[in-house]
């Protein structure tokens, strides 16, 4: 009687916590390096980014009637494991850095002296864990997790609004269009759970073009929410402050609670869980469908998560333990590159392959048939 | 072989063998009369059949006419006697199953059958007031024993015949008597057969509680929640059928199990239906934070005292930092201590008679938290904390075992990682909650996934008049896998 699809909006709930996860690390306010107009600009036009470069992803799985991997597969045939292998280094790398982001921070500002690795190590556990739950179970979860996050957002807006300073928001500038052009590239760069929605999509029931429609807007508006919060509020410090967004929340002040950051740490902790265990499932299932039939029979499919949890807590430990890694790491994922790979150069290259062959005529009258 | 079971018509050899299959049990009676020339056996268990009755409906009748023969006597006992069920037996087996519930066999010498008469009439406890449901206002009754005595008070309330009861035996050395209770045109015929399914899987020697079969209904992944609600009100067990559960009643227990389940009826009450909307939602509200606080309090006093004292204001971390200052344990410690000392006068409260069980609640509580914190071992704040939560959790009985459970798990994770630890294991307890599947509906329904029609009896109790315009069948929740019906 059980089912493994999920519903759109809670597609869209999963992924909007995901991307949320970056609102604590500086990734989201300071892309742009100008606190004003050009970010709260820079947002809508990296959302049209994203919905652009990922037409060509939609198009395949649409045509296909497939999944990315199982389209990249019967597209290209065996050439098509490219695919799913580019998929799961990227997305291994991505996890690693969520990891290493959220343990780096705990052992900086919440907790100063303690092990950065237990942090990790515990969170991959309990993600592995989750995991073997399922997805059902992690997107009802993201949507109680969702209000909680609504409530802490607000709980800090409230705090924050009587040191909220209009000024703070500088106005355009004369080279501001490159600005706001780079700053949403930047931000589409950092956007990986747009990928995620196009390699979930098989497993949502239904309206899947609204869903990411509302996906987008919804991130939108976080971000922008987000983003001028942090800069009417700290002005210029948002721009040297490691944690732009921590440090709101620990100047938010509501009744006899001096401060939210406990709140919004705890908030975050489980945003990131969430992330973590989404990467490592979708990771799982990717590598699943292109795992020879013979390691299969043999049950060897078994090690796969174990695999890439260990993996990512590696990526994450070396991180953490040299920082010019660290920032190599961020800079390269950074560059939007490797989502411009996969959302949009592949899934080109699957179209012309799968036109060629005159695979999607075929399909095309199979069904009609 | 078959022909060995079959009653033969020789009065003698009927009872020998009747005795020799019971392998000569003590509380078998045989008592043989004869009436016209005609021998005839009465076969019973002793204390199990109401000899009143039978004096009055069977023997006087019986001994005040003629009867040329056997078949004779069986034909007027069908057409005449005024008992339960009258049935035709033929084989040893069912003879002994039925005798051993109550009912009396009637074996003629001459005849190859036996006529068994349902003439109950053991003693049992009376119809009471519930104890783990206690009510306000509405119904006083709670199920008893006696299977016909509970289907008898759920009848009571659903008089149109729209509820179905299906009987069942399980167990089997038992044979323990079951009922199945729904109601055909709102119960998912899906669910029906997987709870069937899941019944006839049961291979239990004995089932002496409805405890016995939860497990079978359950699904296999290991949870803390139970999949299955348990029910001692028939008033309840009605209203959970017309939504299209199952409620399953076991002949000896007093209470029903009503499956599917879900997360959000442990924070209803029958209670709640009987009051103003308004303070019903006021009172949901409050169980819902109580629960809350029942399983994070001590542990994130515990994380915040310990790892993140700057969150707390000045005045009330001075108080707690004096407090603490005098006592020789830390914060996490300190809480298991109380805690585990809690749980033991908890559970010898509840085993002891009632005056010796007051008795250590008062010495408990009084003496033993006082003189703890008197003698510094435990601070003051602690004692307040762990009184908050230990109220907080009797507010929903239901959910007693996870929140005890799940309590430790918090207090020692706040103690050891503070926020961190308790965030991510509460994050993994919301996943781990989130993926149960009730019979194919979503534990976390209509929360998540969220259906807006239902939350008018979930966070929030709307009027009667608005609830009476449309009944939610369980089906019907957004996410469950059962097919949907039409609402009525």
């Given at each position: 009687?059980?089912?493994?699809?999920?519903?759109?909006?809670?597609?869209?709930?999963?992924?909007?916590?995901?991307?949320?996860?970056?609102?604590l690390?500086?990734?989201?306010?300071?892309?742009?390096?100008?606190?004003?107009?050009?970010?709260?600009?820079?947002i809508?036009?990296?959302?049209?980014?994203?919905?652009?470069?990922?037409?060509?992803?939609?198009?395949?799985?649409?045509?296909?009637?497939?999944?990315?991997?199982?389209?990249?597969?019967w597209?290209?045939?065996?050439?098509?494991?490219?695919?799913?292998?580019?998929?799961?280094?990227?997305?291994?790398?991505v996890?690693?850095?969520?990891?290493?982001?959220?343990?780096?921070?705990?052992?900086?500002?919440?907790?100063?002296?303690?092990?950065?690795?237990?942090?990790a190590?515990?969170?991959?556990?309990?993600?592995?864990?989750?995991?073997?739950?399922?997805?059902?179970?992690?997107?009802?979860?993201?949507?109680?997790?969702?209000?909680?996050?609504?409530?802490?957002?607000?709980?800090?807006?409230?705090?924050?609004?009587?040191?909220?300073?209009?000024?703070?928001?500088?106005?355009?500038?004369?080279?501001?269009?490159?600005?706001?052009?780079?700053?949403?590239?930047?931000?589409?760069?950092?956007?990986?759970?747009?990928?995620?929605?196009?390699?979930?999509?098989?497993?949502?029931?239904?309206?899947?073009?609204?869903?990411?429609?509302?996906?987008?807007?919804?991130?939108?508006?976080?971000?922008?929410?987000?983003?001028?919060?942090?800069?009417?509020?700290?002005?210029?410090?948002?721009?040297?402050?490691?944690?732009?967004?921590?440090?709101?929340?620990?100047?938010?002040q509501?009744?006899?609670?001096?401060?939210?950051?406990?709140?919004?740490v705890?908030?975050?902790?489980?945003?990131?869980?969430?992330?973590?265990?989404?990467?490592?499932?979708?990771?799982?299932?990717?590598?699943?469908?292109?795992?020879?039939?013979?390691m299969?029979?043999?049950?060897?499919?078994?090690?796969?998560?174990?695999?890439?949890?260990?993996?990512?807590?590696?990526?994450?430990?070396?991180?953490?333990?040299?920082?010019?890694?660290?920032?190599?790491m961020?800079?390269?994922i950074?560059?939007?590159i490797?989502?411009?790979?996969?959302?949009?150069?592949l899934?080109?290259?699957?179209?012309?392959?799968?036109?060629?062959?005159?695979?999607?005529?075929?399909?095309?009258?199979?069904?009609s048939? | 072989?078959?022909?060995?079971?079959?009653?033969?018509?020789?009065?003698?050899?009927?009872?020998?063998?009747?005795?020799?299959?019971?392998?000569?049990t003590?509380?078998?009676?045989?008592?043989?009369?004869?009436?016209?020339?005609?021998?005839?056996?009465?076969?019973?268990?002793e204390?199990?059949?109401?000899l009143?009755?039978?004096?009055?409906?069977?023997i006087?009748?019986?001994?005040?006419?003629?009867?040329?023969?056997?078949?004779?006597?069986?034909?007027?006992?069908?057409?005449?006697t005024?008992?339960?069920?009258?049935?035709?037996?033929?084989?040893y087996?069912?003879?002994?199953?039925?005798?051993?519930?109550?009912?009396?066999?009637?074996?003629?010498?001459?005849?190859?059958?036996?006529?068994?008469?349902?003439?109950?009439?053991?003693?049992?406890?009376?119809?009471?007031?519930?104890?783990?449901e206690?009510?306000?206002?509405?119904?006083?009754?709670?199920?008893?024993?006696?299977?016909?005595?509970?289907?008898?008070?759920?009848?009571r309330?659903?008089?149109?015949?729209?509820?179905?009861?299906?009987?069942?035996?399980?167990?089997?050395?038992?044979?323990?008597?079951?009922?199945?209770i729904?109601?055909?045109?709102?119960?998912?015929?899906?669910?029906?057969?997987?709870?069937r399914?899941?019944?006839?899987?049961?291979?239990?020697?004995?089932?002496?509680?409805?405890?016995?079969?939860?497990?079978?209904?359950?699904?296999?992944?290991?949870?803390?929640?139970?999949?299955?609600?348990?029910?001692?009100r028939?008033?309840?067990v009605?209203?959970?059928?017309?939504?299209?559960?199952?409620?399953?009643?076991?002949?000896?227990?007093?209470?029903?199990?009503?499956?599917?389940?879900?997360?959000?009826?442990?924070?209803?009450?029958?209670?709640?239906?009987?009051?103003?909307?308004?303070?019903?939602?006021?009172?949901?509200?409050?169980?819902?934070?109580?629960?809350?606080?029942?399983?994070?309090?001590?542990?994130?006093?515990v994380?915040?005292?310990?790892?993140?004292?700057?969150?707390?204001?000045?005045?009330?971390?001075?108080?707690?930092?004096?407090?603490?200052?005098?006592t020789?344990?830390?914060?996490?410690?300190?809480?298991?201590?109380?805690?585990?000392?809690?749980?033991?006068?908890?559970?010898?409260?509840?085993?002891?008679?009632?005056?010796?069980?007051?008795?250590?609640?008062?010495?408990?509580?009084?003496?033993?938290?006082?003189?703890?914190?008197?003698?510094?071992i435990?601070?003051?704040p602690?004692?307040?904390?762990?009184?908050?939560?230990?109220?907080?959790?009797?507010?929903?009985?239901?959910?007693?075992?996870?929140?005890?459970?799940?309590?430790?798990?918090?207090?020692i994770?706040?103690?050891?990682?503070?926020i961190y630890?308790?965030?991510?294991?509460?994050?993994?307890?919301?996943?781990?909650?989130?993926?149960?599947?009730?019979?194919?509906?979503?534990?976390?329904a209509?929360?998540?996934?969220?259906?807006?029609?239902?939350?008018?009896?979930?966070?929030?109790?709307?009027?009667?008049?608005?609830?009476?315009?449309?009944?939610?069948?369980?089906?019907?929740?957004?996410?469950?896998?059962?097919?949907?019906?039409?609402?009525?």
């Amino acid at each position: 009687m059980k089912t493994a699809q999920i519903s759109g909006a809670q597609l869209v709930l999963l992924l909007f916590l995901c991307r949320s996860f970056n609102m604590l690390t500086a990734d989201m306010h300071n892309v742009t390096g100008h606190y004003g107009m050009e970010q709260l600009l820079a947002i809508p036009l990296s959302l049209l980014l994203q919905a652009l470069i990922a037409l060509p992803a939609f198009l395949l799985m649409k045509k296909s009637n497939r999944g990315m991997t199982e389209s990249a597969l019967w597209t290209a045939g065996k050439t098509g494991v490219i695919f799913p292998m580019i998929s799961c280094v990227y997305l291994v790398t991505v996890t690693g850095i969520t990891i290493f982001n959220l343990a780096s921070f705990l052992a900086n500002a919440i907790y100063p002296g303690s092990s950065a690795l237990f942090f990790a190590i515990a969170l991959t556990a309990a993600a592995m864990f989750a995991v073997y739950l399922g997805l059902e179970g992690l997107s009802r979860a993201a949507v109680i997790v969702f209000f909680f996050f609504l409530i802490s957002l607000f709980l800090t807006t409230v705090g924050v609004s009587e040191r909220i300073q209009l000024l703070n928001i500088r106005p355009l500038e004369q080279d501001s269009l490159s600005v706001i052009i780079e700053g949403a590239w930047k931000i589409f760069a950092r956007s990986s759970t747009v990928y995620l929605f196009v390699l979930l999509v098989p497993y949502v029931k239904e309206k899947k073009g609204k869903s990411f429609i509302w996906y987008l807007i919804a991130v939108g508006i976080m971000m922008e929410v987000v983003s001028f919060l942090v800069t009417a509020v700290l002005g210029e410090l948002g721009v040297t402050e490691a944690y732009p967004f921590f440090m709101l929340t620990t100047i938010a002040q509501i009744s006899i609670f001096q401060r939210m950051d406990a709140l919004h740490v705890s908030i975050w902790v489980m945003v990131c869980f969430l992330r973590v265990t989404l990467f490592l499932w979708v990771m799982s299932r990717q590598l699943h469908a292109v795992l020879p039939v013979r390691m299969r029979e043999n049950g060897r499919e078994r090690w796969i998560l174990p695999f890439l949890s260990i993996l990512s807590v590696i990526l994450a430990a070396i991180m953490l333990g040299n920082r010019k890694t660290a920032d190599f790491m961020l800079n390269s994922i950074s560059t939007g590159i490797a989502d411009l790979v996969l959302m949009a150069v592949l899934p080109s290259a699957f179209l012309l392959v799968g036109a060629l062959r005159g695979l999607f005529e075929h399909q095309k009258k199979e069904e009609s048939l | 072989m078959e022909k060995e079971n079959r009653v033969t018509g020789d009065l003698s050899t009927d009872l020998v063998r009747l005795r020799e299959i019971s392998h000569n049990t003590a509380d078998l009676i045989t008592r043989p009369i004869t009436i016209c020339g005609i021998r005839l056996s009465f076969v019973m268990t002793e204390g199990m059949v109401d000899l009143n009755k039978l004096d009055q409906a069977l023997i006087r009748p019986l001994l005040s006419r003629n009867f040329e023969n056997g078949e004779e006597i069986f034909s007027w006992m069908e057409q005449t006697t005024v008992v339960g069920d009258v049935k035709d037996v033929f084989e040893y087996g069912q003879i002994l199953s039925l005798v051993m519930t109550g009912f009396l066999a009637i074996l003629v010498d001459g005849v190859p059958r036996s006529l068994v008469l349902g003439v109950q009439g053991y003693p049992y406890r009376s119809i009471s007031e519930p104890n783990s449901e206690v009510n306000e206002k509405g119904s006083r009754e709670s199920f008893t024993e006696p299977l016909k005595i509970n289907l008898t008070m759920v009848r009571r309330r659903m008089r149109s015949g729209s509820a179905c009861f299906e009987t069942f035996e399980v167990g089997s050395e038992s044979r323990t008597l079951g009922c199945m209770i729904y109601k055909p045109e709102a119960v998912s015929p899906e669910l029906l057969r997987e709870v069937r399914r899941r019944l006839n899987q049961i291979n239990l020697k004995v089932v002496l509680d409805t405890g016995y079969l939860q497990p079978f209904l359950e699904g296999k992944s290991f949870t803390l929640f139970s999949e299955v609600g348990m029910s001692e009100r028939p008033d309840t067990v009605c209203a959970k059928v017309l939504e299209g559960r199952i409620a399953i009643l076991l002949d000896g227990t007093p209470f029903a199990l009503i499956a599917p389940y879900l997360f959000s009826e442990n924070f209803q009450s029958f209670d709640d239906y009987c009051r103003k909307p308004y303070f019903a939602t006021f009172i949901r509200l409050l169980k819902y934070i109580s629960f809350f606080i029942s399983i994070f309090l001590p542990g994130a006093y515990v994380a915040i005292a310990t790892f993140h004292p700057a969150v707390l204001p000045h005045a009330l971390l001075f108080n707690i930092a004096s407090a603490e200052e005098t006592t020789p344990f830390p914060l996490v410690f300190e809480a298991l201590i109380i805690h585990f000392l809690y749980e033991i006068m908890r559970e010898a409260g509840l085993r002891l008679p009632r005056p010796v069980g007051h008795a250590v609640s008062i010495v408990g509580a009084l003496v033993i938290g006082d003189a703890a914190v008197t003698a510094g071992i435990i601070g003051a704040p602690m004692v307040m904390v762990v009184a908050l939560t230990a109220i907080s959790s009797f507010v929903v009985p239901s959910l007693y075992e996870p929140v005890m459970v799940l309590r430790f798990i918090f207090i020692i994770l706040g103690g050891t990682t503070g926020i961190y630890g308790m965030a991510l294991a509460g994050a993994l307890l919301l996943c781990s909650i989130c993926q149960i599947n009730s019979l194919g509906v979503p534990y976390t329904a209509p929360i998540s996934p969220f259906t807006l029609s239902a939350m008018r009896d979930i966070l929030f109790r709307a009027g009667w008049r608005r609830m009476a315009g449309k009944s939610i069948k369980i089906q019907n929740l957004w996410g469950s896998d059962l097919t949907r019906r039409k609402e009525k």
